[in-house]
């Protein structure tokens, strides 16, 4: 069982930053694949960006690639979700997601566990 908590949503301007953790807790955080989704309002929810248990692979949705870096720092147990460039599409409930295998997974049934969820709105 792991347990994920995000923060670092808010309310910006296009062309804003902002950066995004993913704070886990109970088993090795090291074991897990982590992942970023997002759901906007009337949306399914969608992969945003993966990461592998030892950082060596990323991968990313085409709509957020060249704009989002996705990273993790397994001392702190924590994974981050920087996002530049940030556009009014990419307002949504963002969700960070562990699963306890090797590769990255762009469907949300492989994921085991899910955070809360932090809301980024991003004006025009």
């Known amino acids: 069982q792991v347990q994920l908590v995000e923060s670092g949503g808010g309310l910006v301007q296009a062309g804003d930053s902002l950066r995004l953790s993913c704070a886990a807790s109970?088993?090795?955080?090291?074991?897990?694949?982590m992942g970023w989704f997002r759901q906007a309002p009337g949306k399914e929810r969608e992969f945003v960006a993966g990461?592998?248990?030892?950082?060596?692979?990323?991968y990313y949705a085409d709509s957020v690639k060249g704009r989002f870096t996705i990273s993790r720092d397994n001392a702190k147990n924590t994974a981050y979700l920087k996002m530049n460039i940030l556009k009014p599409e990419d307002t949504a409930i963002y969700y960070c997601?562990?699963?306890?295998?090797?590769?990255?997974?762009?469907?949300?049934?492989?994921?085991?566990?899910w955070g809360q969820g932090t809301q980024v709105t991003v004006s025009s």
């Open positions: 990461i592998t248990w030892t950082g060596g692979r990323t």
């Open positions: 109970g088993r090795t955080f090291s074991s897990y694949t």
């Open positions: 997601a562990a699963r306890p295998q090797l590769w990255v997974a762009t469907d949300r049934r492989d994921y085991n566990y």
